[in-house]
T-cell receptor, first 113, second 118 residues
């Protein structure tokens, strides 16, 4: 289904700590998932993606975990930095071709020094 | 990486006027582009899929006569908000997918357009 108009929850962490941001997706047929970072007044920026044939993918300081059984994604950010402060969205889609993205509700990450 | 631009970045207009927002893929061709709307502290809501050379596909609940989409070339899609009202005030974002063999089908987002209707 479409993302509902909920106000963003906030995750507050101390600089240097690890952050875990969670997301539930809606369509069991979705086979491609992406995490985006959005800073205030800007468009979403790609962070990391994962296909449904995987359950874990690592990037630089970030890891995405996928649990298809419960339709759940998580984004782990290691050694969180002040520059990581932003809103994070997961998105789901069907791979192959020009398929639309359906965004999750989003989480605001606030990193405190 | 691929770049998508939007113009204008912000616009203020009077109620009842129409506003046109442009979305351009600067270094790649996009036969499909997507338009999203984002209200403050909320997620991106897909409005429509813009198709080059054919009619746009609108999501349920989006009025096609109010949000006119024209995808006249492989690098430009426009969204016109007709007879804008204060409730149309929002952040409008476009995206364009870039398909490349053997890699992810990544969508590149524009920087957004802030529309304020007085």
């Amino acid at each position: 289904g479409e993302s509902v108009g909920l106000h963003l929850p906030t995750l507050s962490v101390q600089e240097g700590d690890n952050s875990i941001i969670n997301c539930a997706y809606s369509n069991s047929a979705s086979d491609y998932f992406i995490w985006y970072k959005q800073e205030s007044g800007k468009g979403p920026q790609f962070i990391i993606d994962i296909r449904s044939n995987m359950d874990k993918r690592q990037g630089q300081r970030v890891t995405v975990l996928l649990n298809k059984t419960v339709k759940h994604l998580s984004l782990q950010i290691a050694a969180t930095q002040p520059g990581d402060s932003a809103v994070y969205f997961c998105a789901e889609t069907l791979s192959g071709g020009y398929n639309k993205l359906i965004f999750g509700a989003g989480t605001r990450l606030a990193v405190h020094p | 990486g691929a770049v998508v631009s939007q113009h204008p970045s912000r616009v203020i207009c009077k109620s009842g006027t129409s506003v046109k927002i442009e979305c351009r893929s600067l270094d790649f061709q996009a036969t499909t582009m997507f338009w999203y709307r984002q209200f403050p502290k909320q997620s991106l809501m897909l409005m429509a899929t813009s198709n080059e050379g054919s009619k746009a596909t609108y999501e349920q609940g989006v009025e096609k006569d109010k949000f006119l989409i024209n995808h006249a070339s492989l690098t430009l899609s426009t969204l016109t908000v007709t007879s804008a009202h204060p409730e149309d005030s929002s952040f409008y974002i476009c995206s364009a997918p870039l398909l490349a063999a053997g890699t992810r089908n990544e969508q590149f987002f524009g920087p957004g357009t802030r529309l304020t209707v007085l």
